[in-house]
């Protein structure tokens, strides 16, 4: 999927950049022989038949104007200058891509930065090959971090590529915190996630009332100009009803801690290869002196994560000074490259975006602390699935109508009086008239 992709959308990146990565891992374990190993003639025939029928079919249609866009327009002139400048006024600097990072990954965002870390306190081989696993992911980061912005043409979600090896980096580390400190029998994960879902939902519904608006991101009013007052006395009792149902699933469902939780775990480390002989074990006494330095680092990577959430909360629920679009379309802008389009007056979802970041702050500070670490990761998985939730039902369908184009030809659809009325699209490239007429449209 990703080679389909990028080599229609950006040229040979799709298989440049996994090819470098690869690469980069080999040569930082040093493990030449590897190099043997990879099919590259494989590869070769698997992006020849996914990638090459759709150019030759392009080229038989339209020849070589189809070859001058694609090629020197599209893919030479994006990656070595400025073409499609819709970001005009945007830092568009390293700082560009850091700043959409840190919106993609919310409310993770706070975490990311101990992730793409936390590989350098493994040794290569160490734990079941994730030492292995984690440099593997960090060079795909790098490499695909520094060809984007190294590109003269930013979009904001030209990032993505970036994304799942950050989000796996994080993944390595929250797992390592979970395996360290008790949660909760397997018995009991079911009313243990439960319990946790209900606390986050609540927690986030509660500190949204905090705020004028509404979490369903609607005004109120027959012009819909208005946004609900706040009510501290239903904000308060709800995030108590939080507290006390998270506070409650720890206390009743959780696994009580025992020694060989606190003890520190011996690490395998493999001088010579993962295939062949080489294991040693570091001596318990080397962990144990190790150990409340890494709990220290970590917590400080947790406090860390916190404060640089204030500021993506910041960005994502608040309205810059002298902008005419809200914090809130930075989301969207991860989707669609039509920037200035107007942000409808009639939505306002700072008070939700708002709730989500405290309750992150939340859960890292609660990550700081070793005895409640596996809770916090707990409380970050539920925060998860509520503002993925919130995101799909709410954010993105109230969002949709005014960046895609279902209803403007939906609407066509129902006035026409007859197929002889036809719908003509002129110069618009935004696919919807494509795809909403099953390409039956004159462009």
């Known amino acids: 999927c990703w080679t389909y992709w990028a080599l229609k959308a950006n040229g040979p990146a799709g298989f440049i950049l996994p090819g470098v990565c690869a690469f980069a891992y080999v040569a930082t374990k040093k493990r030449w022989s590897e190099i043997t190993k990879l099919e590259l003639w494989s590869g070769l025939l698997v992006i020849a038949t996914v990638a090459a029928p759709w150019f030759v079919a392009m080229y038989i249609r339209h020849g070589s104007p189809f070859t001058d866009r694609l090629f020197f327009h599209d893919m030479f002139n994006r990656a ?19 700043w959409q990072l840190g919106y993609a990954l919310f409310p993770w965002t706070g975490l990311a930065p101990l992730g793409l870390m936390y590989w350098l306190r493994r040794s290569d081989s160490a734990d079941e090959g994730r030492g292995d696993a984690s440099i593997f992911l960090v060079m795909w980061f790098v490499f695909a971090f520094a060809l984007f912005t190294f590109m003269g043409t930013k979009f904001h979600h030209y990032i993505f590529p970036a994304v799942p090896p950050a989000a796996m980096l994080i993944g390595v580390a929250l797992d390592d915190a979970m395996r360290r400190t008790a949660w909760a029998r397997r018995d009991r994960v079911l009313p243990y996630g439960a319990g946790m879902l209900v606390g986050a939902a609540a927690l986030v519904y509660g500190v949204s009332r905090f705020f004028p608006g509404s979490v369903l ?8 100009s208005e946004l609900a007052e706040p009510s501290m006395f239903v904000g308060t009792a709800m995030v108590v009803f939080g507290l006390v149902v998270v506070g409650a699933t720890i206390a009743v469902w959780s696994r009580p801690a025992s020694d060989e939780d606190e003890a520190p775990r011996a690490v395998v480390r493999d001088d010579k290869t993962p295939y062949r002989g080489g294991l040693s074990v570091e001596p318990e006494d080397a962990a144990s002196t190790r150990a409340p330095h890494e709990a220290l680092m970590i917590a400080t990577a947790a406090v860390a994560g916190a404060l640089l959430l204030v500021l993506v909360g910041r960005d994502l629920g608040t309205k810059p000074f002298g902008a005419d679009q809200p914090g809130a379309i930075r989301l969207l802008q991860l989707f669609t490259y039509n920037y200035r389009r107007t942000w409808p007056d009639h939505l306002d979802f700072s008070a939700a975006l708002r709730a989500f970041a405290a309750i992150a702050i939340l859960a890292s500070m609660l990550f700081a ?13 539920a925060l998860g699935l509520v503002f993925g939730a919130w995101g799909v039902d709410v954010y993105m369908v109230k969002t949709a109508p005014h960046w895609g184009q279902r209803e403007v030809i939906e609407a066509y659809y129902k006035a026409r009086s007859s197929p002889n009325e036809p719908l003509v699209a002129y110069q618009m490239n935004w696919k919807g008239e494509n795809f ?8």
């Open 80 to 98: 070595f200058s400025h073409v499609h400048d819709t970001n005009e006024g945007d830092d568009t600097s390293i700082r560009f891509y850091l």
């Open 436 to 443: 909403y007429t099953s390409n039956r449209v004159p462009a």
């Open 217 to 224: 991101g609607t005004k109120l009013g027959a012009t819909q």
């Open 369 to 381: 602390v070793k005895r409640m670490r596996a809770h916090a990761v707990s409380l970050f998985v």
